[in-house]
């Protein structure tokens, strides 16, 4: 788990760059959000099992620039990076949504591609 990113809009720019090739899960949430807490364990646990992604946790109230600059309207919300683009996005706790797309790699995306 890659930590928090509490700074401008540059630094997580900086972060995707930073992950090459790699897919790069960013979780958007808040301390006071309930569907944010029941969702992190799982999202914690999703390191683990896929070493080859890099996971970001965003606190939309440490981070409120980054967020605006995501277009993060409600939390969680989670958005899937490739190459230093935006692949997917969704907003709701959805476990079995988050592990598909993890476990797919940079072919899960291609056909989404069009519709984000």
Not at 56 to 74: R, T
Not at 82 to 99: D, G, I, M, Q, T
Request: hydrophobic letters at 40%; one cysteine or more.
């Amino acid at each position: 788990l890659k930590g928090d990113i509490e700074s401008l809009p540059t630094e997580f720019q900086a972060e995707l760059s930073n992950a090459g090739s790699k897919l790069i899960v960013v979780d958007f949430s808040a301390t006071w959000c309930g569907p944010c807490k029941m969702i992190k364990p799982f999202f914690h646990s999703m390191v683990e099992k896929y070493p080859d992604v890099v996971f970001i946790e965003i606190d939309v109230d440490d981070a409120q620039d980054v967020a605006s600059h995501c277009d993060v309207k409600c939390m969680p919300t989670f958005q899937f990076y490739k190459n230093n683009e935006k692949v997917f996005a969704f907003r709701f706790p959805a476990k079995h949504v988050l592990s598909v797309f993890c476990r797919g790699g940079p072919n899960a995306f291609s056909p989404l591609k069009d519709l984000i």
